[in-house]
């Protein structure tokens, strides 16, 4: 008899968290103003973020369907635990320090830690990818988006 597609138990509860964490970003932007003709309102961003969660929550749901565990140190197929682990621990540390570091800071330290030492590369293609990323993302959002992300630090030079 052949066994029904089964998620291991780690790998489900995993998904349940994400899942969790999705929707209280849906019940605390509840109250924020949606999007308006010709704007884009508060709740638009955390709206998005959370339909794209629930949809990698389900990626990851379906291609767990073929491993039967996740292992804890290293896996063979690209990656590990101690990686989602660590860029969960920066991603975190993003945003407590976003207001009082200021966005553009935050955005070049967290591309440099997530490229370098998390993924290994070297330090040319590290600076490069990062600063080109960090700098054009704060471009995108305070010029033809016209958000006010926050300076932090860059407020010494103004």
């Given at each position: 008899m052949k066994r029904a597609v089964v998620i291991h138990r780690g790998q489900l509860l995993v998904g349940f968290f994400w899942m969790a964490i999705a929707i209280l970003v849906f019940y605390g932007i509840?109250?924020?103003?949606?999007?308006?003709?010709?704007?884009?309102?508060?709740?638009?961003?955390?709206?998005?973020l959370s339909y794209g969660l629930i949809g990698l929550v389900a990626l990851y749901w379906f291609q767990s369907r073929k491993v039967s565990s996740i292992p804890?140190?290293?896996?063979?197929?690209?990656?590990?635990?101690?990686k989602s682990v660590s860029l969960t621990a920066i991603a975190v540390a993003s945003v407590l320090l976003w207001e009082p570091?200021?966005?553009?800071?935050?955005?070049?330290?967290?591309?440099i830690v997530e490229l370098k030492w998390i993924e290994g590369f070297r330090w040319l293609r590290v600076l490069g990818v990062g600063l080109t990323l960090s700098i054009g993302m704060w471009v995108v959002f305070t010029q033809l988006l016209g958000v006010n992300l926050p300076l932090g630090l860059l407020i010494l030079l103004y």
């Open positions: 509840k109250s924020l103003p949606a999007a308006e003709p010709g704007r884009l309102g508060p709740a638009t961003f955390p709206k998005i804890v140190v290293k896996a063979e197929v690209g990656g590990n635990v101690l570091a200021g966005a553009l800071p935050v955005l070049i330290t967290l591309s």
